[in-house]
């Protein structure tokens, strides 16, 4: 089993930036990719960005070039900085974390853009 706790979610301007984490815990291997995931109300779950354990990087087409996805493999941890923030932004945040082929999601994380 693996727990994901993610945090830094809040009201943000239009314009500005946050940062989110996502600690994952009860695993003692390596999780492959860990990652990022938005619902914004009355939409479907769309993919926000995800890395795997080399590194490499994938990118929701709307937020290529505001928002920077890594990770820290030591602590199971991975982030997401968010700048150039828009009132579109505005959704729950998910972590993912895939791990011998299984889909792992945290709580979520409100994340609000006032323009």
């Known amino acids: 089993q693996v727990q994901l706790v993610e945090s830094g979610g809040r009201l943000a301007q239009a314009g500005g930036s946050l940062r989110l984490s996502c600690a994952a815990s009860g695993s003692r291997f390596s999780i492959n990719v860990m990652g990022w995931y938005r619902q914004a109300p009355g939409k479907q779950r769309e993919l926000v960005a995800v890395?795997?354990?080399?590194?490499?990087?994938n990118y929701g087409d709307s937020v290529k070039g505001r928002f920077t996805i890594s990770r820290d493999n030591a602590k199971n941890t991975v982030y997401l900085q968010m700048n150039s923030l828009k009132p579109e932004d505005t959704a729950v945040y998910y972590c993912?974390?895939?791990?011998?082929?299984?889909?792992?999601w945290g709580q979520g994380t409100q994340v609000t853009v006032s323009s």
């Open positions: 890395i795997t354990s080399g590194g490499s990087t």
């Open positions: 993912n974390a895939v791990k011998s082929g299984r889909d792992y």
